[in-house]
């Protein structure tokens, strides 16, 4: 489509013609026979008054109309009304029918209930007006506005008057001019134009709710006349005005992609305060679905760091748009946690859809440049988070994935090959990534790197061939894109599958077996239906995987329903029948029936379950099952999986004798149902209850059994019979105030009417309080009525310790007992491990010992135990002393030997800075207000010679109130910015400060770390000259000149104004830095300029070179200047964090942008607040 200047320029006059003069649109369409007609006689304008049969013709007849609902006798809608007829013509001129009804059982099927009300319908929809009736100027704003016209999933039609409208008053709008409607009427296409306009239409319609996120506004309008004026040509025609200015665009319109894309990269280009947008994470997941190249910056508008690397990047804006490439930003934390995303700020390149993390220097602008022009070029496989990854297998994309080590030979050798095929993975529309990470490939069953493993639709395969022969690979791909057959999968596979997918069919069969496998040739028949449903599909041959979900009959079909079984017992050799079944479950919400294999599983995974247990056979429960079906769906909204099973064994295990039943699980702790099975209200509402508040549960006495045999730590209350208003229900009642400490602490409150287990352990008196500890009862002899007496007795360290046995713990209780106790030893074991209950044999027998010398010894083997310890191997033990660990290298065996290393460790003065793990330190960091870290390398030469000399010094810091420990874990140095070992940082509250002197030199060390804790002003600044210790930063330790802040004390009388900051930042005049510039507010002028119209252009404008920045006017301002010896004095408290600038000439550019901050507080990397002002100190964080 070519376009004269002369058009260009007919549209931009039109378009100014349009917003000054819009009333004369209308006289421009009706020709020059209006000029010598009479002056119209004026006419008082009314609303027209309505009945239901009226109004309902106007609804279908006219799509914008607004309805005044008032009643006889009302004053106040007299008063509206005689307002709204103020505007009735200006209504009618935008296109909107105004009428008023006096109808209240008509109101009341719309939902108006009060009097007077306006509801505005829009093509049928309505919606009820909350503002203020007697507003009419707001009530008009409203009825014109694009926000009251938008219906979801369509592109509002719009008249001339309203277009003018929405062009003034918004910034982002569409527009499609399309023929009248008396060229092309309704579902008449014998025209091309009508076609072109109806398909252009269709397309549209399916992005109008992406533009809407993205702030853009779409509408249609049926006006050549309109576009004549504008010189657009033949039609349809969609032009874009941005900020006013209008801009055609010149693609095939049926594309709706491309013309979503073109909308976005018009969006700021051009703007002279171009910026990178902010969008939201809807917005985002929008725009990776329709950019090919975009760059997300995952920032904190809080954090320093986060601004200052924003400064930067936005110097590169415009090259990426030069080069195609999108630039967002987004301060979203949980958007950031669904990417993977564990440090802010952060960089990562999508490229259509596929996600790049950028691990280089986020200050150096060139360098990310260079890098994201090298994505656009590069065949390389992309690296990606395994949340990242997750994300690809659940939207269902085609995937090949290499799970590799990057510190592994044979993984580089393998990438090396497979990076030649990653363009003919393209065209077989395969994506190809690798991940670095080997708790996801153990998550997949993958014990070997590097693997390859193929997605398709979410379910993986496993390729089994040499991964360095990437021609047998590309052709093994090529078959599983074109084999249409049923996959097959690990039995760990089936887990994540159905983990991770709403809707899993899977068969277990024997591959070798006759029956299964003239079974599977009939299923593989009914794939792809199951995949145009939605509907996974998947075999297992397994034995051990079928019998752990209560399978005995192979083959057999179980549909997982989000991880929730239903066994199929229909005839499998008619797929149709099972197809119609599989699709039903899927549709329609019914209680599964599972077997108790099933249910043990779901026990064990679903934090919130309801089980009833029946009898199939008996009507009475079939009664029952059917009521309950009817709360499926509500207990679906709540969170809470319910079943049901036929199995009377079962249920005599939870001593069940009548059914049905029905037992609420709650993170495994069973709770009876005591009520009306018949009433499903009340099952639901007291299954809200227990998901919803902290309950002493109600258990029989099987259950109670079990409880005791599984956990360390159990609170029976026994009541006996019980009727409510009785004592011992007042009692419960208030036992239930201390449910939840019991909880944090991991102690199991219930209670039970059943009395055998009582009279098993000789208690007679009821109601009586007993404390199960490892099975071990222990009976309250105090008062039942005072809660706060038994919670104290309870969790007393006096009451937990069974005499001559080390204690199981679960992990809550290894917390509390490590945080109140000096010296602990802990034994770390794997439940069922043979060779730790001999090892546990052997430890008995030195308990006494340890309890002698007041050293707690206990043991614990809950799941995951070795992963949130951080331990390299089962069994391990361990001896804390104060928080620190020291782990037994010896014989497990030898009891002797580890009890002579416990003494040793207990008498020794710890004159050793002690190691600590991860997990000890983030809790020391956040803890401990004084605490120093040696962080180390085993590979670092000089760093063992080191810690040998600053030894000497840990008793005098000791003496002066300052933790000294020592960590080798690398990654979480790397997380706080260092990178170069050794390396000494001082925690202060929280707040890293890193030394930069000599660390042989021990007496300098400790000087600085107790200047650092007494002095009232201290350094700041975790770097060297404002630069982070990270790689590529060109550290030179000589250049480090941290800030020395100190707070000023005021006099009483002294009146300090009110101040903004107006730039933190160097003077160009001055190379030394550390100027400081506040200056009063000063409130913006009220008027407003008007903004020329920038005219019609076919590529957007040209952005300006230089970008104006406007400075706060400044009549009076205080300079603070750095001395020789930098310190700044400043009334006023500015929030610290460890700092990842450039140097002090990169940020003389521009004004940093951080803003004072209300709160003292101090953010830490795992997101943590941590209190910043302590003993009248006041800690200033001073960017360079």
């Known amino acids: 489509m070519h376009f004269s200047r002369l058009k260009v320029i007919s549209l931009v006059v039109c378009s100014l013609l349009l917003l000054s003069s819009p009333g004369l649109v209308d006289c421009a369409k009706k020709g020059s026979s209006q000029g010598a007609s009479p002056s119209p006689t004026l006419v008082e304008p009314i609303i027209e008054e309505v009945n239901a049969k009226q109004l309902e013709k106007i609804l279908n007849d006219r799509d914008y109309v607004a309805v005044f609902w008032y009643a006889r006798s009302c004053v106040t809608c007299d008063k509206v009304l005689a307002e709204l007829e103020k505007i009735d013509d200006d209504t009618d001129s935008f296109g909107v029918d105004f009428v008023k009804i006096n109808d209240k059982r008509l109101a009341k099927q719309y939902g108006i209930r009060n009097f007077p009300a306006l509801t505005y319908f829009r093509e049928k929809e309505p919606i009820i007006y909350d503002g203020d009736l007697m507003d009419e100027e707001g009530v008009l704003d409203f009825l014109t506005s694009l926000e009251a016209m938008d219906l979801p999933d369509r592109i509002e039609e719009v008249n001339a008057k309203i277009l003018s409208k929405i062009i003034e008053e918004t910034d982002y709008v569409a527009v499609l001019f399309c023929p009248d409607h008396t060229t092309c009427p309704p579902r008449v296409m014998d025209k091309t134009e009508c076609k072109k306009c109806a398909k252009a239409l269709q397309e549209l319609e399916n992005i109008d709710d992406e533009a809407d996120q993205l702030g853009i506004g779409f509408v249609k309008i049926h006006d050549e006349a309109l576009a004549d004026e504008y010189n657009l040509g033949p039609l349809p025609v969609l032009v874009y005005y941005r900020h006013q200015t209008p801009i055609i665009y010149e693609g095939e319109l049926s594309r709706e992609e491309d013309v979503l894309e073109w909308l976005v990269q018009n969006k700021s280009t051009g703007d002279e305060d171009d910026v990178i947008e902010d969008v939201t994470a809807k917005t985002l997941n929008t725009l990776i679905g329709n950019i090919d190249h975009l760059v997300v910056l995952f920032y904190d508008h809080g954090d320093d760091d986060s601004m200052t690397v924003l400064e930067e990047l936005e110097k590169i804006d415009d090259d990426c748009d030069k080069h195609g490439i999108q630039f967002v930003k987004i301060d979203d934390s949980r958007a950031a946690r669904d990417f993977g995303i564990d440090s802010i700020p952060s960089i990562v390149y999508f490229e259509k859809q596929i996600p790049n993390i950028y691990d280089g220097d986020l200050m150096d602008e060139d360098e990310i440049l260079q890098w994201l022009l090298g994505q656009l070029e590069s065949d390389e496989i992309e690296d990606v988070t395994d949340e990242m990854l997750d994300k690809l297998i659940k939207e269902g994309k085609t995937l090949a994935v290499l799970f590799y080590d990057n510190n592994d030979r044979k993984s580089q050798k393998a990438l090396e090959e497979l990076e030649t095929i990653d363009d003919e ?61 049923i996959e097959d999968v690990t039995d760990e596979m089936l887990d994540l599958i159905v983990e ?186 007291w299954l809200i209850l227990q998901k919803k508040t902290a309950t002493i549960e109600e258990v029989t006495d099987e259950i109670l059994v079990n409880l005791i045999e599984d956990h360390e730590y159990v609170v029976v209350y026994f009541t006996g019979p019980c009727e409510p208003g009785e004592k011992c229900d007042k009692i419960l009642e208030d036992l239930e105030n201390i449910d939840d400490e019991l909880d944090e602490a991991g102690i199991i409150f219930v209670t039970t009417e059943d009395t055998s287990i009582a009279k098993k352990y000789s208690i007679k008196n009821l109601p009586q309080l007993a404390f199960f500890r490892n099975k071990d009862p222990l009976l309250y002899t105090g008062d039942l009525d005072d809660e706060d007496e038994v919670l104290a007795w309870l969790t007393d360290e006096n009451t937990l310790e069974i005499p001559g046995r080390i204690e199981e713990v679960n992990v809550k209780m290894l917390e509390k007992i490590l945080s109140e106790n000096d010296h602990v030893v802990v034994f770390f074991y794997r439940e069922g491990d043979k060779k730790s209950q001999k090892i546990l044999n052997e430890l008995e027998n030195i308990d006494d010992e340890c309890e002698e010398k007041s050293i707690d010894f206990v043991k614990t083997s809950d799941e995951g135990i070795d992963k949130e310890y951080d331990l390299p191997t089962l069994p391990a033990l361990a001896f804390y002393r104060n928080k620190f660990r020291t782990i037994y290298q010896g014989d497990l065996m030898k009891e002797d030997e580890i009890l002579e290393w416990v003494l040793e460790l207990y008498e020794s003065n710890a004159d050793v800075i002690e190691s600590v793990d991860r997990r000890t330190l983030q809790v020391l960091i956040n803890e401990i207000e004084h605490l120093a870290v040696f962080f180390y390398d085993d590979k670092c030469a000089s760093c063992s010679e080191i810690l ?75 770097g060297h000259t404002g630069r982070s210790a990270r790689k590529g930063n060109n550290y030179v330790p000589n250049q480090y000149r941290p800030f020395q802040c100190c707070p000023t004390k005021l006099e009483r009388s002294t009146k300090v104004p009110k101040m903004t900051a107006q730039r933190i930042g160097h003077q160009k005049t001055d190379s030394r830095g550390g100027n400081f510039q506040f200056s009063t507010p000063t409130s913006k002028p009220s008027s407003q300029t008007s903004k020329p119209t920038v005219p019609l252009s076919k590529t957007p404008p040209a952005k300006s070179s230089t970008s104006t920045k406007k400075a706060l006017p400044s009549p009076s301002t205080t300079q603070y200047k750095r001395p020789e010896t930098p310190t700044v004095k400043v009334p006023a408290i500015i929030r610290s964090e460890p700092l990842k600038s450039k140097s002090s000439q990169s940020s003389s550019k521009g004004g940093s942008k951080s803003q004072t901050s209300k709160k003292a507080l101090a953010s830490n990397k795992n997101g943590k607040e941590s209190k910043f002002v302590k003993e009248g100190k006041l800690f200033l964080d001073i960017r360079t």
Not at 448 to 456: G, H, R
Not at 1003 to 1009: A, D
């Open 425 to 485: 993975c393209d065209a077989l529309g395969i994506t190809f990534v690798k991940i670095d990470n080997f708790d996801e490939a153990k998550e997949y069953g993958i014990e070997k790197l590097p693997k390859l493993i193929y997605f398709e639709k979410g379910i993986p395969t496993i390729y089994s061939g040499n991964l360095e022969d990437e021609e047998k690979l590309l052709k093994w791909l090529e078959q599983q894109t074109a084999a249409d057959q």
């Open 948 to 1022: 040998e000399e600053l030894e000497t010094i840990d008793d005098d810091t000791d003496k002066h109130g300052i933790q000294f420990v020592k960590s080798n874990d690398v990654k979480l140095a790397h997380e706080i910015g260092i990178f170069a070992f050794p390396a000494l940082v001082y925690y202060e509250t929280g707040v890293p400060i890193m030394y930069d002197g000599n660390l042989k030199n021990e007496q300098r060390v400790l000087q600085w770390l107790i200047n650092q804790k007494n002095d009232e002003c201290f350094y700041v600044g975790l």
């Open 500 to 685: 991770k997918m709403p809707h899993v069919a899977v068969l277990f069969y024997d591959k070798d077996q006759k029956k299964s496998q003239k079974i599977l040739a009939e299923l593989e028949n009914i794939d792809d239906e199951c995949d145009q449903n939605d509907i996974a599909f998947v075999k297992i041959d397994d034995d051990n995987e079928a019998k752990e979900w209560g399978i005995d009959e192979i083959p057999t079909i179980v549909f997982f329903e989000r991880g929730i079984p239903h066994v199929y017992e229909g005839d499998l050799m008619k797929e149709e029948e099972l197809l119609g079944w599989l699709i039903h479950q899927k549709r329609y919400s019914e209680i599964p029936e599972v077997t108790d294999e099933m249910k043990d599983k779901l026990v064990e995974s679903t934090q919130h379950l309801a089980v009833i247990f029946y009898d199939k056979d008996d009507k009475q429960d079939i009664r029952v099952l059917n009521e309950l079906e009817n709360i499926d769906d509500e207990l679906e909204k709540e969170g809470i999986v319910i079943v049901r099973i036929d199995n009377a064994a079962e249920a005599k295990e939870y001593g069940l004798d009548h059914l049905p039943a029905l037992i609420y699980f709650e993170e495994k702790i069973p709770a009876l149902y005591e009520g009306d099975l018949m009433n499903e209200e009340e099952v639901l509402e």
